[in-house]
């Protein structure tokens, strides 16, 4: 046996500030699952775990795809009639001035490619506050400084105008703007996509409008339903690439089928698709066999999305009953997606909280720190997306805990 010396192998120094809370807080739920527990997992956005299915006229479309031979690469960009069902879907978006669309490996492979084609070192792009962890790994994959921008919870959770003007520097890129919003679970008015447009134009920004979760929008408090706007709508003129995606609007997170549709005037963002191209081609396709399920699920029935909308409309309601009712906690009301982000008003971090929470009443929640917060505040996220009973046992738990811990304020 060759004589060696065992060293260690360090990550890169770059990975140090990757975080990802939400599946960070595994390794607490495991030594509680150890001791015999069951934990309640209000902590990943996953549907499927609960009691959302499938339609299923889109699993048949990627099992016909398989059974007819569509196993092999795809074209890069994606196959023809899946893009061709997202120009159609970014006309019903109102999207005027597409000048490219593409299939990606889930939003998360769009936000990776769209931003490495985009930054150089040294130069910077605005990620709101609190964000999704994604945005803020794939900068520091890249060795990007991190500059983030506040969202407002005095605001209804909007951007804060004036802290991105802080922000911005001769150097600033390009703007995320995540609309209906991860952890928030807020809705960008018109008059806010207007004014950021305003900016972008200003300082030669591309917006990245992440709209994964555009057709889960909830009705206010009166019952009223606004409709989803699309950034690229508002500004037809703005170099612009809306994220869309199967994962949570068709209910199939793991066949990990996203895209992004390219908007703008033609010259300006000619050689920026070029490069997204290159890394397109670079990485050869997205999962070829499902993509055959994009045209049956943009252009198909859509009846699911009226019952996932009524269980959800009744889970956030429910939540944001109990957030109302219950000391220490307040909570902008969540107007799309599935998320609630209520404020704790505790002694002691909200990464602390939630541990201990997980430890004591076995419910898995997210701090607010795994997300980026204003310095002094606290907060959690909820995936409000288990049924009422399952919802109901979790928040008595949490108010026990609270009540426990901290007393009743
Ligand atoms: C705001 C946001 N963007 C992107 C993603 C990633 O989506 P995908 O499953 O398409 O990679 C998520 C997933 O939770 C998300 O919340």
């Given amino acids: 046996m060759p004589v060696t010396q065992a060293r260690e192998i360090s990550a890169a120094k770059r990975l140090e500030n990757v975080r990802y809370a939400i599946r960070d807080l595994a390794c607490v739920a495991d030594e509680v699952i150890k001791q015999g527990h069951k934990v309640l997992p209000l902590n990943v956005g996953d549907p499927l775990n609960f009691d959302f299915q499938t339609p299923p006229h889109i699993i048949e479309a990627a099992y016909k795809a398989m059974r007819d031979g569509k196993n092999g690469y795809a074209p890069s960009p994606g196959v023809h009639e899946a893009l061709e069902a997202i120009r159609g879907e970014a006309a019903r978006k109102d999207i005027t001035t597409v000048q490219d669309v593409f299939v990606t490996s889930g939003v998360s492979e769009t936000v990776d490619l769209c931003i490495s084609a985009l930054v150089n070192p040294g130069e910077d792009i605005l990620t709101p506050s609190p ?188 939540t944001q009953r109990w957030c109302e009712s219950t000391p220490r906690i307040s909570c902008v009301a969540p107007r799309g997606a599935f998320y609630a982000f209520p404020r704790i008003d505790i002694p002691e971090s909200d990464e602390i909280f939630v541990k201990e929470l997980i430890r004591q009443k076995h419910v898995m929640v997210v701090h607010g720190s795994g997300f980026g917060q204003k310095p002094g505040t606290q907060h959690f996220r909820i995936v409000f997306l288990p049924d009422e009973k399952t919802l109901t046992t979790a928040y008595a738990g949490i108010a026990d805990f609270i009540r426990q811990r901290y007393g009743s304020a």
């Avoid at 794939?138 to 005095?154: Q, S």
């Fill in 131 to 318: 964000d999704y962890p994604l945005y803020s790994a794939v900068l520091c994959k890249l060795g990007i400084a991190l500059n983030a921008y506040d969202l407002n919870e005095d605001d209804a959770w909007h951007p804060e105008l004036a802290d991105i003007e802080r922000k911005l520097t001769p150097r600033t890129r390009g703007i995320v703007l995540i609309n209906p919003n991860n952890p928030t679970g807020s809705l960008c008015s018109r008059q806010m996509l207007e004014q950021i447009a305003e900016i972008a134009r200003r300082h030669n920004l591309v917006v990245f409008a992440d709209e994964i979760y555009d057709k889960l929008i909830l009705p206010d408090s009166n019952g009223d339903v606004t409709p989803h706007i699309a950034f690229a709508a508002v500004a037809p003129d703005v170099p612009c690439i809306t994220f869309g995606g199967m994962s949570k609007n068709y209910l199939v997170p793991g066949w990990r089928i996203g895209w992004g549709i390219v908007s703008g005037d033609a010259a300006a963002v000619k050689a920026y698709t070029e490069g997204i191209h290159r890394l397109l081609r670079a990485r050869l396709c997205a999962n070829h066999p499902e993509q055959y399920a994009i045209k049956p699920a943009l252009e198909g029935p859509q009846d699911h999305l009226i019952e996932v909308r009524r269980k959800l409309r009744s889970r956030r309601d429910l």
